[in-house]
C-alpha cells in the first residue's frame, strides 16, 4: 500500500479466515520503507508525464514494489499465498472515466515470484462507480463494531451503516495539505500536530477552504491529488501567513468537515468514532476532533499497528475476496451500477 501522503510503502503480512460466518484477522509482520528524496518527487509528479514515460515508471516502479516485498518475505521467513498490491494512485478521475495506480502487476510478480492481486479500482470506474474509497468493505466485516470509522490519509474519507447499507465516501483534506505546508520549511510532516498547536486561526483561509465546492457534493463521491493541485494548493499559496499558523487552521477546517459529515448521519445516541490512518497520530487534531464533536460521539484511536496498517491490511483482504471471488467492492459505497469482485490476477 503506498497512499497519496507519499509517507513510504506499507508491508503487512496478514493472516485472514472466516470462522461461523465471521471474518477474521490478525496483523503478522509489519514493514515501512520511506521513500528517498528521489522516488517521492518522481511518485509526486508522475501526474505530469506523459503516456510512454508514465508507463515506464509503472513498470520500475512495479519491479521496485517486488523486489521490497521478496526483501520482506525472505527477512521475515514468511510463507505467502499471494500479494495484494494496491499501488501507488496517480490519477483519479472517475468523471472521466479511469483510474490509474502505479505499479505493474506483471513486473511486481515476476520480481517477487509470487501470485499478485492488483488493479482493484478499474472494474468499479468501469461499472460506472466512483472507484473509492475501498476500505469500507473491511470497516464492514472487520469493523462492524463501530458506528463509523474514518480513515486520516493523505484525504479522509468515512463509512457507516446506513439503512442495511454500507455508506462511505471521501470527505476531503487531511495529510494532504498538513504535509504541503511542512515542506515549506523542509519537514515531512508536524510530528503530533506540535507545530499546529502553536498555531491560531486565519480567518480568511478558514473560509476558503470550508468553501471548497468538493464539500457541497452528494456522496457517492472521491478525490484525489487533481483536486488538491487544482483547488487547494493556489489557496494554500496565496495566503501570506506563518506556517504554524496555516497548520492550526487547516486543521480546524479538517475537523469541521468530519464533524458535519458525523453530525447530519448520527442518531443522538451515545456512537463510536474509530480512527485510523496517519491522522490519528496527530495529537493536535484528535484534540480538535473530540472538542468539536457532540459529547455523544466517543473517538477509538486503536494501536499503533492498526492506525498504520489498516488500509495494508484490508487491501489484503480484498485480494483474499477476489481469489475467492466473493463481492469485495460495495456499490452502496461508489455508485457502481452492481457490486462487484474486482482485482486483476498475474501470475510470475
Known amino acids: 500500500m503506498s497512499g497519496t501522503s507519499l509517507d513510504g510503502l506499507d508491508l503487512a503480512y496478514c493472516h485472514i479466515w472466516e470462522e461461523q460466518n465471521q471474518w477474521k484477522y490478525k496483523i503478522q509482520q509489519t514493514h515501512s520503507v520511506s521513500y528517498n528524496n ?19 515508471l509503472h513498470n520500475t516502479y512495479g519491479a521496485w514494489l517486488g523486489e521490497q516485498t521478496q526483501k520482506f518475505i525472505a527477512e ?34 515476476n520480481a517477487s515470484d509470487c ?22 468493505i ?43 505546508i511542512t515542506q515549506k520549511i523542509l519537514l515531512d510532516y508536524d510530528k503530533g500536530g506540535i507545530l499546529a498547536k502553536t498555531g491560531k486561526i486565519n480567518t480568511s483561509l478558514l473560509t476558503q477552504l470550508n468553501n471548497l465546492e468538493f464539500y457541497k457534493l452528494p456522496f457517492p463521491k472521491s478525490t484525489g491529488y487533481e483536486w488538491f493541485v487544482e483547488k487547494v494548493i493556489p489557496i ?12 492550526h487552521t487547516s486543521i480546524v477546517h479538517i475537523c469541521e468537515q468530519i464533524v458535519h459529515q ?18 490519528a497520530l496527530n495529537t493536535f487534531l484528535i484534540e480538535i476532533l473530540q472538542k468539536k464533536l457532540n459529547k455523544n460521539i466517543k473517538i477509538i484511536v486503536p494501536n499503533k499497528t492498526l492506525i498504520e496498517f489498516k488500509e495494508a ?9 477476489r481469489i475467492k471471488e466473493k463481492i469485495n467492492v460495495l456499490s452502496s459505497v461508489t455508485g457502481a451500477k452492481k457490486d462487484s469482485s474486482s482485482g486483476v490476477v498475474f501470475l510470475p
Open 138 to 180: 473491511g470497516d464492514k466485516l472487520f469493523f462492524n463494531e463501530y458506528d463509523f470509522c474514518l480513515n486520516l490519509g493523505g484525504i479522509s474519507n468515512i463509512s457507516f451503516q446506513q439503512n442495511h447499507k454500507r455508506i462511505a465516501y471521501d470527505v476531503g483534506l487531511a495529510n494532504m495539505i498538513l504535509n504541503y
Open 262 to 279: 458525523i453530525q447530519i448521519n448520527s442518531n443522538g445516541h451515545v456512537q463510536t468514532l474509530l480512527v485510523t490512518g496517519g491522522g
Open 236 to 247: 494554500v499559496d496565496a495566503t501570506n501567513d506563518t506556517v504554524e499558523n496555516l497548520l
Open 76 to 109: 521475515h521467513k514468511l510463507n505467502v499465498d499471494f500479494i495484494s498490491s494496491h499501488g501507488h494512485t496517480v490519477h483519479h478521475q472517475p468523471q472521466n472515466g479511469f483510474t490509474f495506480q502505479l505499479g505493474s502487476g506483471q513486473h511486481l510478480a
Open 115 to 136: 501470485k499478485v492481486v492488483c488493479d482493484f479500482r478499474t472494474n468499479d470506474i468501469a461499472l460506472g462507480g466512483q472507484g473509492a474509497p475501498f476500505v469500507p
Open 313 to 321: 491490511l484490508i487491501f489484503a483482504l480484498m485480494g483474499v475476496l
Open 38 to 56: 528521489d522516488y517521492k518527487q518522481k511518485l509526486k509528479n508522475a501526474i505530469l508525464l506523459p503516456a510512454d514515460d508514465l508507463l515506464i
